[in-house]
């Protein structure tokens, strides 16, 4: 071998015997250089079809797949890498029409394809030129060829494996046929024959990442199979190493080739192994039935490649010690052929770079599987935080970088591919209804690009990983009827519609719990399990869904006796931004277990995770219920008759204000048979047994009457009492149903504790009053929390820069009386800046580690509750 790669000869060919190699060239030796003599297109390239070209052709090709796997932080890498591309295709029809020259000008060139170099060389650099084809027209054409493109590059792959399998067995035949057995290693046919078989499986690893699920497993597996039988010629070729080593001595100057062909192997592996785990189909097979695979697969390889990257990098340093070595050491060159003109002899640099490309890209894939636990260690947002004392203020994060267009259409064929067509779309109409809401108090122009509808929670999973993987904002989205644009999309980004999860996926009545996914409505989970003899009940607008309901922390006109959101949820099933799926406890009504990760999910409004299953509490259904309706003069009196009734202990059900504007909403409706007084009102609801609902109503009675209250009125009627209630639960809807062409409403709410009701209401009520518009004052006042409904016309700025500073006015208020900027309808958008006045930036600095260390990208949900770094 010493003087096969070195010079380009073969001292192993077939029929030729081990000894001292003679003076003469073989056939296919190139002529001694004649610059007098004129030579014609023929002879040029039987004299200059090098190495050269299989330099240019790999290097370009390696270079593009390196730029397609590299982070996109500087927008223009794509499109260098595309040019690069489309050069290395132009070389590499160059080098067929050469190829394909040279053995029609000279057919015994041929049959020397698997044994003599140069041909055997040549062969082999033109198997894996055509890998690196394929792998660069996978990752720069997805984006624009949609998935017909998988179709095709998975028919391409099945016939390149099985034509590559031929080719590198009949070369290990052939070469182990006509070679001694100890010289195996030294046959310059065996080095692309090696590269070849790794980049097969490097070939099935790019190629099924995006192929269906069903469609993955068997290109993983041959994938995997042609890395194993790679490593075993690669162990017979560097077992020929060793022995020169042994026999010869160090340095060995002619095994550079074959330690650069080590790091390129390993390198391909590198990829091989996170490839295959990335692409694993979760949720398919095996898979479905063993959840917990795939996360197992993932840490094995991931600890595989990082022992593998410290050997292949020893390997390097080894190799490059020895090439550097050797430029110290003089050796004639072979007669009338300079260095300077020939790559193809003494250089023998062409054997390292193809090996470097595949070193570079598994240390890229190693890069970007560990990206996240390195943004975790350091700590994405604050890097100095282990130094940091009482005094120092943190330092501005940095600004989340999201997709370009390019990769967000890769990634939308990605998800059809994944998911199936018809779960995403990229209609017009549909991106508007998931990115505005006609009832939400703040709208913004940018929307979604896509809105995706899983099935599954594994369905929830492809879409986070793939998210991540691009680096798309993911926006949740269940019943749309959120107040403060909490499921608006400011960064664009793929709107997931839970509309397909809307299962109850058990009810355990002896437990009094049930299991339900996030589109599950609540009314209609009550009207399902109404036979059991319980309901759940919290209970905000009709349209709420359980998914939203947990992702504000709402709660509703039963809050004051049954709590809030937070109060009925026993776990959580949530998939995390990266694509890990917890639960965040299991099912007994208390537990001191570790955090209490449930609340913290609860109210998070999808910026921790996704939620994809939700255990809840249930209750009994009360033996009876009735409502009562109690006048008052003024709007303070209401207020303060609500704090009484709080203070005298009296358990009622629910205890809901509403002021004269607002029963004149009712009455306007006409759902109920009775009109109703016009003046600020008490609603109340009563259950439990019939004794105790007797007793409440007298005991409320009372005290209404001791705070002016001219009448009190109870209706025993069912049907009434459901009208009556549900003209209440409908108030927004029944005001935005009057709405004239061009106007709007903006409707929020606070919270203060119960001694200060009284007073805030009140002036509020005054303070809206002057802006002479159509508004309103009701809530759920029994636990301190009221709204503020105010219609303006949306085409005057004036107007609605009153009605905005009229509310946030009361929401200063609020908090000047320790109250809190919301009491049940989330953050959002719309009150960033009163949560800052409310907590402080250092509680807001805590949510935002919180939200890194669980979504480093910040693509859940980004832009809600705090701004996202860099956000204005």
């Given at each position: 071998m010493g003087k096969d790669l070195e010079t380009g000869s073969d001292d192993t060919s077939p029929g030729r015997a081990e000894g001292p190699s003679d003076d003469k060239h073989e056939e296919d030796a190139r002529p001694l250089h004649q610059p007098s003599k004129r030579q014609g297109y023929i002879e040029w390239i039987q004299d200059h079809f090098n190495w050269t070209w299989f330099t240019c052709t790999q290097s370009t090709g390696g270079v593009a797949i390196v730029l397609s796997e590299c982070p996109k932080r500087f927008h223009g890498l794509d499109a260098i890498g595309t040019f690069v591309f489309i050069l290395n295709i132009v070389i590499f029809l160059s080098f067929n029409a050469l190829l394909i020259t040279r053995w029609v000008t000279k057919p015994s060139t041929i049959r020397k394809c698997f044994t003599t170099p140069p041909e055997c060389l040549l062969y082999g650099a033109w198997w894996l030129s055509l890998a690196t084809i394929m792998m660069c027209t996978q990752r720069y054409g997805g984006p624009h060829c949609g998935p017909w493109l998988d179709v095709a590059m998975r028919v391409c792959f099945w016939f390149y494996a099985a034509c590559s399998f031929l080719s590198t067995t009949a070369q290990f035949i052939v070469i182990g046929h006509y070679t001694a057995n100890f010289r195996l290693g030294s046959n310059s046919g065996v080095l692309l024959t090696v590269l070849h078989a790794m980049l097969t499986g490097t070939v099935a690893s790019v190629v099924a990442s995006t192929q269906p699920p069903h469609q993955r497993v068997p290109i993983l597996i041959a994938g995997i199979g042609f890395q194993g039988y790679g490593w075993i010629l690669s162990m017979l070729y560097m077992g020929h190493i060793m022995g020169w080593i042994l026999e010869n001595g160090w340095p060995p100057l002619n095994a550079r080739p074959g330690l650069f062909m080590l790091v390129g192997t390993s390198g391909y592996t590198i990829t091989v192994l996170l490839g295959s785990a990335r692409s694993i189909p979760i949720g398919y097979g095996y898979f479905a039935t063993h959840p917990s695979a795939p996360e197992v697969l993932t840490i094995v390889a991931d600890w595989s490649s990082v022992f593998l990257w410290i050997f292949t990098f020893w390997a390097f340093c080894v190799a490059l010690f020895i090439s550097l070595a050797d430029m110290f050491?003089?050796?004639?060159?072979?007669?009338?052929?300079?260095?300077?003109?020939?790559?193809?002899?003494?250089?023998?640099?062409?054997?390292?770079?193809?090996?470097?490309?595949?070193?570079?890209?598994?240390?890229?894939?190693?890069?970007?599987?560990?990206?996240?636990?390195?943004?975790?260690?350091?700590?994405?947002?604050?890097?100095?935080?282990?130094?940091?004392?009482?005094?120092?203020?943190?330092?501005?994060?940095?600004?989340?970088?999201?997709?370009?267009?390019?990769?967000?259409?890769?990634?939308?064929?990605?998800?059809?591919?994944?998911?199936?067509?018809?779960?995403?779309?990229?209609?017009?109409?549909?991106?508007?209804?998931?990115?505005?809401?006609?009832?939400?108090?703040?709208?913004?122009?940018?929307?979604?690009?896509?809105?995706?509808?899983?099935?599954?929670?594994?369905?929830?999973?492809?879409?986070?990983?793939?998210?991540?993987?691009?680096?798309?904002?993911?926006?949740?989205?269940?019943?749309?009827?959120?107040?403060?644009?909490?499921?608006?999309?400011?960064?664009?980004?793929?709107?997931?519609?839970?509309?397909?999860?809307?299962?109850?996926?058990?009810?355990?009545?002896?437990?009094?719990?049930?299991?339900?996914?996030?589109?599950?409505?609540?009314?209609?989970?009550?009207?399902?399990?109404?036979?059991?003899?319980?309901?759940?009940?919290?209970?905000?607008?009709?349209?709420?869904?359980?998914?939203?309901?947990?992702?504000?922390?709402?709660?509703?006109?039963?809050?004051?006796?049954?709590?809030?959101?937070?109060?009925?949820?026993?776990?959580?099933?949530?998939?995390?931004?990266?694509?890990?799926?917890?639960?965040?406890?299991?099912?007994?009504?208390?537990?001191?277990?570790?955090?209490?990760?449930?609340?913290?999910?609860?109210?998070?409004?999808?910026?921790?995770?996704?939620?994809?299953?939700?255990?809840?509490?249930?209750?009994?259904?009360?033996?009876?219920?009735?409502?009562?309706?109690?006048?008052?003069?003024?709007?303070?009196?209401?207020?303060?008759?609500?704090?009484?009734?709080?203070?005298?202990?009296?358990?009622?059900?629910?205890?809901?204000?509403?002021?004269?504007?607002?029963?004149?909403?009712?009455?306007?409706?006409?759902?109920?048979?009775?009109?109703?007084?016009?003046?600020?009102?008490?609603?109340?609801?009563?259950?439990?047994?019939p004794a105790s609902v007797a007793e409440h109503v007298d005991q409320v009675k009372k005290l209404s009457k001791a705070n002016n209250s001219p009448s009190f009125e109870f209706t025993a009627d069912e049907a009434e009492q459901a009208a009556l209630w549900s003209a209440r639960k409908e108030s927004l809807w029944s005001m935005l149903a009057l709405r004239k062409a061009g106007e709007e409403v903006w409707s929020t709410d606070v919270a203060v504790p119960m001694s200060r009701l009284a007073d805030i209401v009140e002036v509020s009520k005054k303070e809206m009053d002057k802006l002479g518009l159509f508004a309103s004052i009701l809530g759920h006042i029994g636990d301190g929390n009221f709204h503020e409904s105010i219609m303006y016309d949306a085409k005057d700025p004036e107007q609605r820069k009153r009605v905005e500073e009229c509310v946030y006015r009361m929401v200063d208020r609020a908090l000047e009386m320790e109250g809190t900027c919301t009491g049940e309808h989330g953050i959002g958008i719309g009150k960033k800046g009163s949560l800052v006045k409310e907590l402080g930036v250092d509680t807001i600095d805590v949510m935002r580690k919180l939200k890194a260390s669980l979504d480093p990208l910040w693509i859940m949900n980004p832009g809600k509750i705090f701004d996202a770094p860099g956000e204005t």
């Open positions: 050491v003089r050796r004639p060159h072979p007669p009338g052929l300079p260095l300077t003109t020939n790559m193809m002899y003494n250089n023998i640099w062409w054997a390292s770079i193809f090996g470097n490309v595949g070193f570079t890209i598994g240390t890229i894939y190693l890069g970007q599987d560990f990206e996240s636990s390195l943004a975790y260690l350091l700590g994405i947002n604050d890097t100095s935080s282990f130094l940091r004392t009482s005094n120092t203020k943190t330092p501005a994060p940095i600004a989340p970088v999201y997709a370009t267009k390019t990769k967000l259409e890769s990634a939308i064929s990605e998800l059809r591919t994944l998911l199936g067509e018809d779960a995403v779309s990229t209609d017009d109409d549909v991106l508007h209804d998931h990115g505005y809401s006609e009832w939400s108090s703040i709208n913004i122009e940018t929307l979604p690009v896509a809105v995706a509808y899983p099935k599954s929670t594994a369905d929830v999973q492809e879409i986070a990983k793939c998210c991540t993987k691009h680096k798309i904002p993911v926006v949740p989205y269940s019943g749309g009827s959120s107040l403060e644009a909490n499921f608006s999309a400011p960064f664009g980004g793929v709107s997931v519609d839970f509309a397909y999860m809307d299962k109850i996926v058990a009810l355990r009545p002896d437990d009094m719990d049930v299991t339900v996914q996030p589109a599950v409505g609540w009314m209609t989970l009550n009207e399902q399990i109404k036979s059991s003899g319980l309901f759940f009940p919290v209970d905000p607008g009709p349209s709420a869904m359980i998914g939203g309901m947990v992702g504000t922390g709402c709660s509703g006109t039963n809050a004051v006796r049954y709590g809030t959101m937070r109060d009925w949820v026993v776990n959580l099933t949530v998939v995390l931004a990266d694509g890990t799926v917890i639960k965040t406890r299991r099912r007994p009504r208390k537990t001191a277990a570790g955090y209490n990760l449930t609340s913290l999910f609860v109210g998070s409004e999808g910026t921790l995770g996704l939620v994809t299953e939700i255990t809840l509490k249930l209750a009994v259904i009360p033996q009876k219920t009735a409502v009562a309706l109690a006048t008052f003069p003024s709007i303070r009196d209401a207020a303060s008759t609500s704090a009484a009734i709080m203070r005298a202990g009296i358990p009622i059900a629910a205890m809901e204000i509403m002021d004269e504007v607002q029963m004149n909403v009712v009455n306007r409706a006409g759902s109920t048979k009775k009109k109703w007084a016009e003046t600020p009102t008490l609603m109340f609801k009563f259950s439990g047994t």
